[in-house]
C-alpha cells in the first residue's frame, strides 16, 4: 500500500533544493516559465540534466512540443521571481528582463547559472513528466543560491 500523501509531502518537505525557472517557448512561440525544484543533474558525458514536471501545468505541453528549454538557476535575490513563475499570472514576463537562447526561449536576469538544453528524452512520471535535456551552452554568475526547505525560502546562511 502506498505512503499516504501527507506523510509523503511531509517527508519530501525535509529534502532540501535550489530553485529552478524552467523556461520555454510554445509551437505559437508564446513564452512559458515554471518554477521547479525537481531539477538534477544526470550525465557529465554526454552533458545532461533532468526536470519534472507536472502534466497539467502550463509548461508541460511547451516542453512536449518545443523540444527545448533552459534552467534558470535562481541567486538569493530572486524569491520574487520564484513567486512569479509558480503562480497563476496571466503574462509571467510582463516587465520582466530577459536575453533570449536556444530557439529564442528566455534566458532569465540576474541568475546564478543558465542551461541552455535540447529535449532528448522524456518519461512519464505519474503526475508529473521527466524531461531529459542535453546542455548546449551554460552560463555561470556568482553569488548565493535560493534554497526550499519545509516549504519556505531559506539562505545557506540560516
Ligand atoms: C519552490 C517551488 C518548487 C516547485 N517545483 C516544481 C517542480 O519541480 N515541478 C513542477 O511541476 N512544479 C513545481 N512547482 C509548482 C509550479 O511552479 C506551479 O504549479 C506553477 O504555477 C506552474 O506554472 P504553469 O502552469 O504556468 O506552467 C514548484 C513551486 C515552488 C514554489
Redesign the pocket.
Known sequence: MPVNSDEFRSALSRFP?G?TVVTSRDEEERF????????CSLSLDPPRVL????K?????LALESSKAFVVNMLSAEQKDV??R????AED?FESLEFETGIDGIPLLIGCLATLECRVTNSYDGGD?SIFVGEVEKATVNDGDPIL?FRGD?RSISS
Open positions: 533544493s530553485v512559458h516559465g515554471i518554477t521547479v525544484s525537481a531539477f526536470i519534472c514536471v507536472e497539467t501545468s502550463g509548461s508541460h520564484s513567486d513563475f509558480a503562480s497563476l509571467k508529473h526550499y525560502y
